[in-house]
């Protein structure tokens, strides 16, 4: 049994793993015959809970939809019909979540609940989502990025906006995989001294602040963004609106990268806000395929939580 808490607490050679097999997981989907009936019921008569706090259309319908394909059972855990903290512990919570499925998938708002169900569960525990982290997503990043242009090691990723828990992620991913990250944004949302702490130590610098979005840009393998206001947020104020939309993505602003650089965002967008209204159609944006990766790497992820591979 494994968790799949955050990326830095994973080996590489396991995430490794993780993209190794999702690259056979969708191979199977479009074409291995073979391979295909062999994934197909490699989770039958397992059932995977999916308890979200927070909203959700990507990570929901991705897990339902690998769940399913797999063989396997979801049952989807409504907060508002569940003793959660409402009359019972956590711990209470998680040991009988344990009693009836054999993996569970949390969308919170809190980190430290997403640890707490862990270290009471004897079920794998996947981090769907919280304030802090994103995993699943920035793993499917790696994993599209990786299945259009090769290995992510050494590579020059470029995020553009605020440091949020997408971001947190990919530093975490950056030093398992061995990439550089370079952050471009307000001072206001550059990351946090909290983000950075784990970086503290290492041998070669992870993570480069560049104020000016088109010198930052230059060079880059990959360009990122997420929105500016995250679901749980208020709206930002005038005055920060105007600081952001110098950082903005825009196909302009990506001819300064390398001919062959791809733009990742992990939807919903705000077209005006932190991207501009026809990115979604150059196609070095790769959004769509990025999206659709969710459910081939959330196989994956199930599949090694369980100890199939």
Known sequence: MNNFLNLNEITPKNLAAILEDACKVKKATFGDSALKQSYST???????????????????????????????????????????????????????????????????????????????????????????????????????????????????????????????????????????IVFSGPKKFQPSKKMCEFLQGREFNILTIEQNPIVAVQKADLIVTDKWVSMHDNQLGKSDLNDLENFRVSKQLLDFAKQEVLFMHCLPADKGQEVSQNIFEDKRCVALQEAQNRMHLQKSILRWCLGLY
């Open 42 to 180: 490699c989770l039958k008569n397992t059932l995977t809970g999916l308890l979200f706090e927070k909203l959700s259309t990507r990570t929901r319908l991705s897990f339902e939809a690998a769940v399913l394909k797999l063989g396997g059972q979801a049952l989807n855990l409504r907060k508002d019909e569940i003793h959660l903290e409402q009359g019972e512990t956590l711990e209470d919570t998680s040991a009988m979540f344990s009693l009836f499925l054999d993996a569970l998938v949390l969308r919170l708002y809190e980190e430290e609940k997403l640890y707490e169900f862990s270290r009471h569960s004897k079920i794998p525990i996947i981090n769907g989502l919280t304030n802090e982290s994103h995993p699943c997503q920035v793993l499917t990043d790696i994993f599209t990025f990786q299945e259009l242009r090769g290995s992510i090691a050494g590579k020059k990723v470029v995020w553009l906006g605020v440091a949020n828990n997408v971001f947190q992620s990919f530093l975490h991913a950056a030093v398992s995989l061995n990439f550089n």
